[in-house]
């Protein structure tokens, strides 16, 4: 985790939201490395966990992923909560809660939904507090530069 924190500083400084992931291999090997590339990609699907759970599908020639783990900086939200459940990925383990929009437990949990046909194993908040520092100072700085997430000017209204 330490090291997912070292690179999603790095995707942070690049204007992206600070948030990587790394799929593990039944055998603790690195099979998908990702980070958010939404703004870079201008990709609506470029989270951090989806781009690792591509790159491993790919490495791997299949799409499930029963023994393997997923370690990501941030709780993922409902889209990529929704895909690791249907990757049947093994085991979560996550940083920071993301208590606005967090699916493996803050606001939803869809691995244990009634509706989920598969049941991954979740671990959060594994250094969540250095995690969850790391996007409040690099949310903290955008809204000083009054900027918005994908770099640009935030509006200004006027209220005359």
Same mark, same amino acid.
């Given at each position: 985790?330490? +090291?997912?924190?070292?690179?999603?500083?790095?995707?942070?400084?690049?204007? $992206?939201?600070?948030?990587?992931? !790394? !799929? #593990?291999?039944?055998?603790?090997?690195?099979?998908?490395?990702?980070?958010?590339?939404? $703004?870079?990609?201008?990709?609506?699907?470029?989270?951090?966990?989806?781009?690792?759970?591509?790159?491993?599908?790919?490495?791997?020639?299949?799409?499930?992923?029963?023994?393997?783990?997923?370690? *990501?900086?941030?709780?993922?939200?409902?889209?990529?909560?929704?895909?690791? *459940?249907?990757?049947?990925?093994?085991?979560?383990?996550?940083?920071?809660?993301?208590?606005?929009?967090?699916?493996?437990?803050?606001?939803?949990? #869809?691995?244990?939904? *009634?509706?989920?046909?598969?049941?991954?194993? *979740?671990?959060?908040? !594994? #250094?969540?507090?250095?995690?969850?520092?790391?996007?409040?100072?690099?949310?903290?700085?955008?809204?000083?530069?009054?900027?918005?997430? &994908?770099?640009?000017?935030?509006? +200004?209204?006027?209220? &005359?």
């Amino acid at each position: 985790m330490q +090291r997912l924190l070292r690179h999603s500083q790095r995707v942070g400084a690049s204007g $992206e939201i600070p948030v990587a992931a !790394v !799929v #593990l291999d039944e055998a603790g090997r690195c099979i998908g490395w990702g980070s958010n590339r939404r $703004e870079a990609h201008a990709d609506p699907l470029g989270h951090a966990e989806l781009v690792a759970l591509g790159q491993a599908a790919r490495l791997r020639g299949d799409w499930r992923f029963n023994g393997c783990t997923l370690l *990501v900086s941030l709780e993922p939200c409902p889209m990529c909560a929704g895909a690791l *459940v249907q990757a049947r990925m093994g085991t979560v383990v996550f940083g920071a809660l993301d208590p606005k929009r967090g699916a493996l437990g803050s606001c939803h949990n #869809l691995a244990t939904a *009634v509706s989920a046909h598969h049941h991954m194993r *979740v671990i959060g908040g !594994v #250094l969540g507090e250095p995690a969850g520092l790391q996007l409040a100072a690099w949310f903290r700085q955008r809204r000083q530069q009054g900027l918005r997430r &994908d770099g640009r000017p935030a509006a +200004r209204f006027r209220t &005359d």
